[in-house]
């Protein structure tokens, strides 16, 4: 069974510009969660999406927001980007969101200039 | 709010010892509690889950234990490997039916030397 995909794995945008990330659960999935991952703050909780609704929400600014397809996948953007957005965004699937363990993908690998 | 932390940050041990990496946390209110490895420049690969009922899991030479009462965990790793570097990450699912995002801690970065 295919793992957790994103893409792209790597981007660099600039300052004030928006960004779209995309993530497949594994086939079955219906939860996808979003982390970020800096240097400083290790790992935080963006969102979680299941079965197309925003579940949980991380305390990130409105800047940062995502969605869910009927067919489970996910994306997640975020506009008028910070140089303090570049990170590694990393997201998760489960089976029915409950207390599965999450698998994780590769992550993406935003740079902001 | 949740905090995790992860004792120590950096450990570097020669092949074939037997370790031990600690995991605290503050609120005992969990629903259950996980282990990843991170290589470099990777996404997390799962360990080893426990939900918060249960004391320990193993898996191969893996063996990490839960005592919710005091805050703690502890992943064991047996005869270590060079292939075992990477970095571990602690992570902690809050109660209310396994719902919410994960509280991580900061990882501790382990090198095994051949």
């Known amino acids: 069974k295919a793992g957790v995909t994103q893409t792209p794995r790597y981007l660099i945008k600039t300052r004030g510009q928006q960004v779209t990330l995309s993530c497949s659960p594994i086939?079955?999935?219906?939860?996808v969660s979003w982390y970020q991952q800096t240097p400083g703050q290790g790992l935080q909780f963006l969102f979680e999406y299941f079965s197309e609704t925003q579940r949980n929400k991380g305390n990130f600014p409105g800047r940062f927001s995502g969605r869910q397809f009927s067919n489970s996948r996910s994306e997640m953007n975020v506009s008028t980007l910070e140089l303090g957005d570049s990170a590694l965004y990393l997201c998760?699937?489960?089976?029915?969101?409950?207390?599965?363990?999450?698998?994780f993908g590769p992550g993406t690998r935003l740079l902001v200039l | 709010k949740q905090e995790v932390t992860q004792i120590p940050a950096a450990l570097s041990v020669p092949e074939g010892e037997n370790l031990v990496l600690n995991c605290s946390f503050t609120?005992?209110?969990?629903?259950?509690l996980q282990w990843f490895r991170q290589d470099p420049g990777k996404g997390l690969t799962s360990l080893l889950l426990?939900?918060?009922?249960?004391r320990e899991q193993t898996s191969g030479r893996l063996n990490a234990s839960l005592d919710k009462s005091s805050g703690r965990s502890t992943l064991y790793i047996a005869a270590s490997q060079p292939g075992d570097s990477a970095t571990y990450l602690c992570a902690v699912r809050r109660s209310g039916g396994g719902a919410d995002g994960l509280t991580f801690g900061k990882g501790t970065h382990l090198i095994i030397q051949p």
């Open positions: 998760a699937s489960r089976l029915t969101g409950s207390g599965e363990t999450q698998y």
């Open positions: 609120d005992s209110a969990i629903y259950n």
């Open positions: 426990i939900q918060s009922s249960q």
């Open positions: 086939s079955g999935h219906r939860s």
